[in-house]
């Protein structure tokens, strides 16, 4: 018998602030959502009381599944407290859990009662194709839910004990291929804030993945060195809309590494220049080094206001155990930093501090370096985290 499928998709609170940023792994979903399911977001960063908005969301339109987005940190902590409740009050909900936490660490997630299902990876078509199966009304078997990539489950041995199980991760979907975020199912002016960029700032993700293998890097495990992304029409076409329809005068690209093809990031900075607006990136340091003058010019000329880069350390031993690849040298940060300040760009450096073996060492390296790096560019942002492993 089949199931009219109704879903409530979560975003649990990411920052202690509830900074307002655009749920784009659920619009994600979403997208390939419209028209097939009757679905509703739900941020916990915009909302005083999740549990009591999901819980009266429940009562009322009785859905079938919860999706939640789920990464390391406060989302990881909010999210098991209300999966386990929400699991309490509703024993027939399904709870699919996915995002970077339940990527890596599937088979901990599904020793929960509370987690159904696991979405390992990129999660559009898998999590379409999971909702399609579950439509059919049923517990679904072994075999059904063993053909969807991407999908970690639990199942039942002959000798009646449980296994946890996960499908080869899913082919990375190209995102020229996907549709347009949803907008209109969430309050979009709830997120339009100021920022150093402008007033009116919105993120947006253009691309998937990234090409280099840092071995701290949790994209690494989901992508294995593949990169794709909308061209540089479709991007800017994006970025056109949100400032037409919502007088948007900054946005901020969330890609994991937006500057990977130099010819892409020229082009998208060519159609962008009559906006007018401000617009920040992550990059690499390499990279940059190799962009010539022309683009850097283009580029600051469409607006480009500061780009993040992952400096991580001011040791080259700690780069190189880091697998940093073309930016294991500490003086390409302060090579970049010379570079920027000659066009008016600013940098932003994420450090890691702490890191092993000798990790007072490695920390007192990395601060006297980063004075450096003041010292050669004075605007030059800078961003610490404490080397903080991830527990199981």
Same mark, same amino acid.
């Given at each position: 018998?089949?199931?009219?499928?109704?879903?409530?998709?979560?975003?649990?609170?990411?920052?202690?602030?509830?900074?307002?940023?655009?749920?784009?792994?659920?619009?994600?979903?979403?997208?390939?959502?419209?028209?097939?399911?009757?679905?509703?977001?739900?941020?916990?960063?915009?909302?005083?009381?999740?549990?009591?908005?999901?819980?009266?969301?429940?009562?009322?339109?009785?859905?079938?599944?919860?999706?939640?987005?789920?990464?390391?940190?406060?989302?990881?902590?909010?999210?098991?407290?209300?999966?386990?409740?929400?699991?309490?009050?509703?024993?027939?909900?399904? #709870?699919?859990?996915?995002?970077?936490?339940?990527?890596?660490?599937?088979?901990?997630?599904?020793?929960?009662?509370?987690?159904?299902?696991?979405?390992?990876?990129?999660?559009?078509?898998?999590?379409?194709?999971?909702?399609?199966?579950?439509?059919?009304?049923?517990?679904?078997?072994?075999?059904?839910?063993?053909?969807?990539?991407?999908?970690?489950?639990?199942?039942?041995?002959?000798?009646?004990?449980?296994?946890?199980?996960?499908?080869?991760?899913?082919?990375?979907?190209?995102?020229?291929?996907?549709?347009?975020?949803?907008?209109?199912?969430?309050?979009?002016?709830?997120?339009?804030?100021?920022?150093?960029?402008?007033?009116?700032?919105?993120?947006?993700?253009?691309?998937?993945?990234?090409?280099?293998?840092?071995?701290?890097?949790?994209?690494?495990?989901?992508?294995?060195?593949?990169?794709?992304?909308?061209?540089?029409?479709?991007?800017?076409?994006?970025?056109?809309?949100?400032?037409?329809?919502?007088?948007?005068?900054?946005?901020?690209?969330?890609?994991?590494?937006?500057?990977?093809?130099?010819?892409?990031?020229?082009?998208?900075?060519?159609?962008?220049?009559?906006?007018?607006?401000?617009?920040?990136?992550?990059?690499?340091?390499?990279?940059?080094?190799?962009?010539?003058?022309?683009?850097?010019?283009?580029?600051?000329?469409?607006?480009?206001?500061?780009?993040?880069?992952?400096?991580?350390?001011?040791?080259?031993?700690?780069?190189?155990?880091?697998?940093?690849?073309?930016?294991?040298?500490?003086?390409?940060?302060?090579?970049?930093?010379?570079?920027?300040?000659?066009?008016?760009?600013?940098?932003?450096?994420?450090?890691?501090?702490?890191?092993?073996?000798?990790?007072?060492?490695?920390?007192?390296?990395?601060?006297?370096?980063?004075?450096?790096?003041?010292?050669?560019?004075?605007?030059?942002?800078? #961003?610490?985290?404490?080397?903080?492993?991830?527990?199981?």
């Amino acid at each position: 018998m089949a199931v009219k499928l109704k879903l409530v998709l979560y975003n649990p609170q990411s920052t202690p602030s509830r900074k307002r940023i655009l749920p784009m792994s659920l619009l994600a979903l979403g997208a390939l959502l419209e028209g097939r399911y009757d679905y509703t977001i739900v941020d916990g960063n915009i909302e005083s009381d999740p549990l009591a908005l999901l819980d009266a969301l429940i009562e009322e339109q009785q859905p079938y599944v919860l999706g939640m987005t789920v990464m390391p940190g406060p989302q990881l902590s909010q999210a098991v407290p209300l999966s386990r409740e929400l699991k309490r009050r509703y024993p027939h909900l399904v #709870i699919v859990w996915g995002g970077y936490f339940p990527t890596q660490h599937y088979e901990v997630c599904l020793r929960a009662p509370y987690v159904d299902y696991v979405v390992r990876g990129h999660g559009e078509v898998a999590f379409l194709q999971l909702l399609q199966l579950l439509e059919q009304g049923g517990e679904p078997s072994a075999t059904e839910v063993g053909r969807i990539y991407g999908l970690a489950y639990r199942t039942t041995k002959p000798d009646g004990t449980t296994a946890i199980c996960s499908n080869p991760l899913a082919p990375i979907p190209h995102p020229n291929d996907l549709p347009d975020f949803p907008y209109h199912r969430v309050d979009m002016r709830r997120y339009i804030r100021p920022t150093f960029l402008g007033q009116r700032t919105v993120p947006h993700h253009s691309s998937y993945g990234c090409p280099f293998f840092c071995n701290f890097c949790a994209v690494v495990n989901m992508v294995n060195g593949r990169w794709l992304a909308q061209s540089a029409e479709r991007t800017a076409d994006v970025t056109r809309t949100l400032v037409q329809r919502w007088q948007v005068d900054a946005v901020e690209f969330y890609d994991n590494n937006f500057f990977v093809h130099e010819s892409r990031t020229a082009e998208f900075a060519e159609r962008i220049m009559d906006l007018k607006i401000s617009w920040w990136g992550e990059a690499r340091i390499d990279t940059m080094l190799k962009y010539p003058h022309q683009t850097w010019a283009t580029m600051r000329d469409s607006g480009l206001k500061m780009i993040f880069m992952g400096a991580e350390s001011g040791s080259d031993e700690t780069l190189k155990r880091m697998n940093k690849g073309g930016t294991a040298a500490a003086n390409k940060t302060l090579e970049i930093a010379r570079l920027m300040k000659s066009y008016g760009i600013i940098p932003e450096f994420s450090f890691v501090l702490g890191n092993p073996p000798d990790a007072e060492t490695d920390t007192r390296q990395s601060i006297e370096f980063i004075r450096k790096v003041k010292q050669v560019n004075p605007d030059s942002e800078i #961003i610490m985290y404490m080397y903080t492993p991830v527990p199981l």
